[in-house]
């Protein structure tokens, strides 16, 4: 069975950055492609960022293309969200997700999910 942790959300100024982290266990890491996906309140949970299997292919949302870097290590059995120039719209729970192999940017398509990290961008 998948694990998955996120961390590193918190409070932050317009303008400023965070990078929120996602250690994953239970199973090879390398099998699986992963997702970064946020959900504001009273709003449906939206994909922000994927990366396939071998780290060779990612994706964004077009609202956070150029400010924010999916990445992982597989040292780490980690998958990280670099945000930066963050907007008070990016107010939100972020859950990291896995599925096997290929990144998509459908919810449905992910069967592993963390517990959520809140980031609040307000001054």
């Known amino acids: 069975q998948v694990q998955l942790v996120e961390s590193g959300g918190g409070l932050v100024l317009p303008g400023g950055s965070l990078r929120l982290s996602c250690a994953v266990s239970?199973?090879?890491?390398?099998?699986?492609?992963m997702g970064w996906f946020r959900q504001a309140p009273g709003k449906e949970r939206d994909a922000v960022a994927a990366?396939?299997?071998?780290?060779?292919?990612?994706y964004y949302a077009d609202s956070v293309k150029g400010r924010f870097t999916i990445s992982r290590d597989y040292a780490m059995n980690t998958v990280y969200l670099q945000m930066n120039s963050l907007e008070p719209e990016d107010t939100a729970v972020y859950y990291c997700?896995?599925?096997?192999?290929?990144?998509?940017?459908?919810?449905?398509?992910?069967?592993?999910w963390g517990q959520g990290t809140q980031v609040t961008v307000s001054s």
């Open positions: 239970g199973d090879t890491f390398s099998n699986y492609a």
């Open positions: 990366i396939s299997w071998n780290g060779g292919s990612t």
């Open positions: 997700a896995a599925r096997p192999t290929i990144a998509t940017m459908n919810v449905q398509d992910y069967d592993y």
